[in-house]
């Protein structure tokens, strides 16, 4: 994952960058007796705490005699004003308290421009020695690349090596491919590198004996461009099951990151997600695993993954708290977080998909004898009994519930047919820095509903069609609405949740894999709006939660990003939320 530094907004004015004091040691620690709180503690030796560890890479130790676990975090500064420090280990025996070690780097390598970000550490033990993974966000030649230091000891020294695991690399389009977020996995004796960003996509190469370079003949992609970062491999139960995450990753109270799933029989795929999607299809594949609940934590991504000693798995990832998203200079602040993992499904679940956790719960264990922990479902919230009077089927020659156009009528709208509403997309769009498409908006009902489409448009299944969209929007005002939308980005087809809540507050957030066809709802409860998809309108999929601070938003429908193409509104139902 990119760095924070360069790569984020500026917080809401709301959210002041009060230049707070570390914070300070408790009294008493918090995780203690079996349980734990996010975000994990991980203390310094003046007695305060780390705010920021991204990226977190985790490994148990394999040295005799030292029974403890080490992190390992992006480059990061851990208060406010504070120094940085180049990619920080902590140490824990319990795995749920943690103490900062030292940084893996007193310096950037000399072979690395002083400039360069070094991000995502993973951290692998083979041929009786350490071997720390990590992207450069820039080289020599002016891409990015990934290196490899090594150790003896999990604690370091480590031994940076200049010659790139992973070199930079020119696409097609004459643009550098992300070669940023390692990630090492195995099928049988052999060792690949996965790795990749948003540009370029997910690729994977088979990585030489002695863990020092690989072999550029073997690269395979994975996942296309536009879509997925920072994957992580685990095999369980017959099944490679890829973890990758999506969304704005670092963007102060803007972050909408999420971690999506999906599995393959063999290492290098095809990947397939749980409705049988390929990660490589145009409607991109990928299962929720952890996203946005509502609660403190914005953007949960970028995950390993770890096996505590009674055999319980558990997500290590970092999140964005939204009391205090930033450090002073506008650098996002990630702290890590831990919670359990569920696969007696078949399927990865961390909580259920009830996102991350913010209250006390059973830490990891620390002996074999503990239970494994099973969440308990949750039930996608149901609509209740339809509210006529803002609902509409479209079955006559005129609109039925109250609608009013905002932003100006649009162009070439035909006289209504029944059956559907069909909307031509506009020029336009609704984002952080346009505010002018055209909206056929409603007033909403008060108190706790939920907003349901059923929409097609006609845009081919592949190629570049930027920003086309049609969907649904929650309208206050041009600086806070919520934006639900069947969008093209690049050459792929996405199910985007996208916000603004007031200025440099705009973050986009991603549901399981589009159709041409869609079911699209959102369930407001209180200022918590959660996103939901269907392909058949029954079996719906919880997508990420935004909150907005909009007392009385319109339900409107958009149909944007360019003229050319027709979106098909079959209705809009809003029902009372269950």
């Not at 999420?258 to 145009?282: E, F, Q």
Request: glycine fraction near 10%.
């Amino acid at each position: 994952m990119r760095n924070s530094l360069g790569w984020v907004l500026l917080p809401l004015a709301l959210c002041v960058l009060a230049l707070a004091a570390p914070m300070r040691a408790p009294s008493r620690p918090v995780n203690t007796f079996g349980r734990y709180a996010n975000p994990l503690p991980i203390e310094l030796p003046d007695g305060t705490f780390m705010e920021s560890c991204p990226d977190p890479s985790i490994i148990h130790s394999q040295t005799p005699g030292d029974p403890a676990w080490y992190m390992y975090c992006t480059n990061e500064v851990f208060h406010d004003h504070g120094t940085l420090h180049l990619m920080a280990i902590a140490r824990s025996t319990d795995l749920a308290n943690w103490s900062y070690v030292a940084d893996v780097f007193s310096s950037v390598p000399a072979f690395l421009p002083r400039s360069a970000g070094l991000w995502a550490p993973d951290i692998q033990f083979f041929n009786g020695r350490y071997y720390l993974y990590y992207a450069s966000s820039v080289t020599a030649q002016g891409g990015s690349a990934i290196f490899v230091a090594t150790s003896d000891h999990p604690a370091g020294p480590f031994t940076p090596l200049a010659t790139p695991v992973v070199p930079p690399e020119r696409l097609s389009d004459g643009t550098w491919r992300d070669v940023i977020d390692p990630a090492i996995a195995t099928e049988g004796s052999q060792r690949y590198l996965f790795y990749g960003s948003f540009n370029g996509g997910t690729v994977a190469r088979l990585l030489t004996p002695d863990g020092l370079s690989t072999v550029a003949a073997s690269q395979q992609q994975i996942s296309p461009s536009r879509r997925y970062e920072a994957s992580y491999i685990v095999h369980r139960q017959g099944y490679y099951y890829l973890f990758l995450s999506a969304g704005t990753c670092c963007s102060g109270p803007g972050s909408g990151y999420g971690v999506y799933v999906a599995r393959a029989p063999h290492l290098l795929g095809p990947y397939v997600d749980k409705d049988g999607i390929s990660l490589l299809a145009p409607n991109v594949g990928g299962t929720p695993v952890l996203l946005m609940n509502g609660n403190r934590w914005l953007g949960p991504g970028h995950n390993a993954i770890f096996t505590d000693p009674s055999g319980q798995d558990w997500m290590l990832y970092h999140a964005v708290d939204v009391a205090k998203p930033t450090l002073a200079g506008a650098w996002t602040r990630r702290p890590a977080l831990i919670d359990a993992i569920d696969w007696s499904t078949g399927w990865p679940s961390v909580r259920a998909e009830a996102g991350a956790s913010d209250l006390l719960g059973p830490a990891p264990a620390v002996s074999a004898a503990a239970p494994l922990l099973v969440a308990n479902p949750t039930p996608p919230e149901t609509m209740g009994p339809i509210l006529s009077h803002y609902s509409d089927d479209f079955e006559g020659r005129a609109l039925h519930a109250p609608w009013t156009w905002l932003h100006g009528a649009p162009r070439g709208l035909a006289p209504l047919s029944p059956g559907a509403f069909v909307f031509p997309t506009q020029p336009g769009d609704m984002n952080s820095a346009r505010h002018d498409a055209p909206l056929l908006a409603q007033p909403a009902p008060p108190g706790d509903w939920i907003a349901e489409v059923k929409l097609t448009n006609n845009l081919p299944a592949t190629g570049e069609h930027n920003s086309i969209q049609s969907g649904l929007v929650l309208y206050q005002d041009d600086t806070h609405f919520l934006k639900l939308t069947l969008q093209s980005i690049g050459n792929t087809r996405q199910l985007e949740f996208a916000r603004l809540d007031g200025p440099q507050s705009w973050g986009r957030a991603y549901l399981a894999a589009a159709a041409p066809e869609i079911y699209l709802r959102i369930a407001r409860h209180g200022n918590i709006f959660t996103a939901y998809s269907s392909h058949d309108g029954l079996q719906w999929t919880r997508g990420p939660s935004w909150t907005l601070t909009a007392p009385q938003p319109r339900i409107a429908l958009i149909s944007a990003g360019g003229a050319g193409f027709v979106s098909r509104f079959s209705y809009v139902r809003v029902g009372e939320r269950d």
